[in-house]
């Protein structure tokens, strides 16, 4: 399974927003040296309930990640 999700990372509070089908992630992490894909993929993995990686979007604040 993939699934399109935006990062907001430093937003003060850390949880995962499904609107019409889009995923928002919002972190408490800032966007460096990983962090913020850290605390993603932690986030992820409660919400799914399995462990998924991030297949694009390194980087970028639109991600696309599989489970």
């Known amino acids: 399974m ?3 999700i935006k990062v907001k990372p430093q937003s003060g509070k ?3 927003q499904e609107t ?3 995923f928002i992630a ?3 992490s800032p ?3 990983g962090k913020a894909n850290e605390e993603l993929l932690k986030l992820t993995k409660k919400y799914f309930g399995k462990p ?3 297949v694009i979007g390194k980087t970028s604040k639109n991600k696309v990640l599989e489970f």
Request: no cysteine; charged share 45%.
């Open 52 to 54: 998924g990686r991030i």
């Open 31 to 33: 966007p460096e040296d």
């Open 20 to 22: 019409d089908g889009k």
């Open 2 to 4: 993939r699934i399109e």
């Open 14 to 16: 850390s949880l995962i």
């Open 26 to 28: 919002f972190l408490k």
